[in-house]
């Protein structure tokens, strides 16, 4: 018997998308469970507001948006600015973001550091592997990774590190990412999915 | 006035000096000062009403007060209309004591301090509140802390509906209470002043939290300490060592 098809992570179909109003769509599209996907397209196509209307920080105004049951996404963000002073650690953010910490030598060096006074490499870095592993215990397949713009930030002193932590995601783990960085792209190995191919599909 | 008289009052003090000190770590995580002003005034404007009203001053204080807060939960503008909602409280405190006599009173102990007087009644609230804490303490240190992550979005769990109400309820009684007991401006110098000078000097949360209760029981007892002897009201002494205290952290951390 040939194996039942694994249903999809995400299912859309003329979904509009948007905050107080719709911004995009219709999108239709299917992502499936353990996808590593590179979404791109120019900017303001509606990459960002995707990843943000999976995560309920943008409003769904019609259509169908699914999200399969049991599923936990975590989210890096594109920018995320620190105030000053922010009294916080490596490690009180690891613990904000229900992370473990990881064996990666780099970002255990900043568990001791204040956030305000890493450089912007470091602070994407750490961003980076805490989303990569927050509640790393749920079942791999129930876990949705977005990264928006991951590589931005990163200077070649971390750059390899990133890939490095990106490619340790466990392959049943759901990936999607959006960048306009093709070297960055080609380092991860992912599919290119332009998100315009998507949109009035319906 | 006898020692053992002033011994409720100091131990109120210190209680509600420790909770104001948690209270302004959190807020000044959140970015949320101006609510601190805004709850502190009309928290004010509650304790002179019942003044003229012949009310309990807690109840119609912690009232206001929760109603204010209520109001700038909805609002995501975290500075205008705060501030705006503090003027207006401060605009409604000055006509109730223009108008009315027992007003003027009230708001001058208000604007004051009470400590010196500060009762039985005062100390057994600065003890429940004191419990109430130890018991909140885990709920509002992961909602202060979960409060940090935005844009970025974990896959944990965020705190639960009632624990943030809990916190926002926590935060109202501490503020009233503290108010109530110390004066408001000393109040307000103890909820923002240490966490700002503890932020500074802090390597981490932990440190925040440590820090801050630190400075703000050390000037708590620099100003008893001043005031008592000198015979001057106790919150205007207080804020002035609270703004000598945080700007000494400040200056401490820019030599270190």
Redesign the interface.
């Known amino acids: 018997m040939p194996p039942e098809p694994v249903p999809p992570i995400l299912h859309t179909q003329s979904a509009l998308l948007g905050f107080d109003r719709p911004v995009i769509g219709p999108l239709s599209l299917e992502i499936p469970a353990g996808a590593r996907w590179a979404l791109t397209g120019p900017n303001g196509v509606g990459k960002s507001l995707l990843l943000k209307a999976i ?1 309920g ?1 943008a409003r769904v105004h019609g259509g169908r948006f699914e999200l399969a049951p049991r599923t ?6 594109q ?2 600015a620190r ?1 000053q ?5 490596g ?3 690891l ?5 473990r910490v990881p064996e990666h030598e780099g970002v255990r060096a900043l568990l ?1 550091r ?1 956030l305000d006074r890493l450089s912007g490499g470091q602070w994407q870095l750490l ?1 980076l592997a ?2 990569l592993t ?2 790393e215990e ?1 079942p791999s397949a129930q ?1 949705l990774i ?1 990264l928006d713009e991951p590589a931005n930030h990163l200077d070649a002193e971390v750059r390899a590190d990133a890939v490095e932590l990106i490619k340790a995601v466990p392959a049943e783990t759901t990936l999607l990412i959006t960048s306009h960085d093709d070297e960055f792209l080609q380092a991860l190995g992912l599919e290119n999915h332009p998100l315009a191919e998507y949109l009035d599909a319906g | 006035m006898p020692g053992d008289l002033l011994l409720t009052p100091f131990i109120a003090g210190v209680l509600v000096t420790m909770v104001l000190a948690l209270a302004g770590a959190g807020l000044f ?1 959140r ?1 949320s000062v101006w609510q601190a002003l805004a709850l502190g005034q009309w928290a004010a404007v509650g304790g002179v009403l019942a003044s003229v009203l012949h009310w309990p001053v807690l109840p119609v204080a912690l009232l206001l007060g929760g109603g204010i807060m209520v109001l700038l939960q909805r609002s995501r503008d975290r500075e205008r209309l705060p501030l705006a909602v503090f003027l207006a409280g401060l605009a409604a405190v000055t006509l109730l004591a223009a108008n009315f006599a027992q007003a003027s009173l009230a708001a001058a102990a208000w604007a004051e301090g009470q400590l010196y007087f500060a009762g039985p009644n005062e100390l057994w609230a600065a003890i429940g509140l004191s419990l109430l804490t130890v018991l909140m303490v885990p709920v509002l240190l992961r909602v202060w ?2 409060a ?2 935005a ?6 769990s965020r705190p639960a509906v009632w624990q943030h109400l809990g916190e926002i309820a926590w935060l109202v009684a501490a503020i009233v209470l503290g108010s109530m007991v110390l004066g408001l401006p000393a109040a307000l110098a103890t909820l923002l002043l240490p966490a700002w000078g ?3 000097l ?4 932990t ?2 939290v440590l820090w801050t209760q630190g400075i703000a029981l050390f000037g708590f007892l620099v100003a008893w300490t001043i005031s008592l002897p000198l015979d001057q009201p106790f919150a205007p002494v207080l804020v002035l060592v609270n703004v000598m205290l945080a700007l000494g952290a400040r200056l401490a951390a820019m030599l270190r």
């Open positions: 995560t920080q936990h996404p975590s989210l890096l963000a920018d995320h105030p002073p922010w009294p916080l650690s490690d009180d953010w613990r904000a973001m229900g992370a001791n204040r961003r805490a989303v927050s509640r749920y876990r977005l | 995580l970015g802390l979960h940090q992550i844009p970025d979005v974990s896959a944990a503890a932020a500074w802090a390597r981490n949360f440190g925040l």
